[in-house]
């Protein structure tokens, strides 16, 4: 599952290292305050591996339109 973070369609996903970094850092704090995952949590799953099964099946990113963050293919 971490195998998804030596690849770079993960960060061209979000836009960036830094924006990925800064959601799963937002999302692992809503995991341990209890929020309930958004996929199938799997016997044995961390919650890293939580986040970013969701980020790949994009349930879970960052919110562009109401945010002065440009979309990830305006920055190439």
Known sequence: MIEALK???IVRKV???FKLTALIQRR???L???SRPLVERKKGMT???V???EILEDKI???YDNSDVPF???IM
């Open 47 to 49: 919650d890293m591996e």
């Open 28 to 30: 692992m704090v809503e």
């Open 51 to 53: 986040v970013i099964q």
């Open 32 to 34: 341990m305050q209890g």
């Open 15 to 17: 836009g960036g290292q």
């Open 61 to 63: 990113a960052i919110d």
């Open 72 to 74: 990830p293919e305006e």
């Open 7 to 9: 690849s770079e369609e």
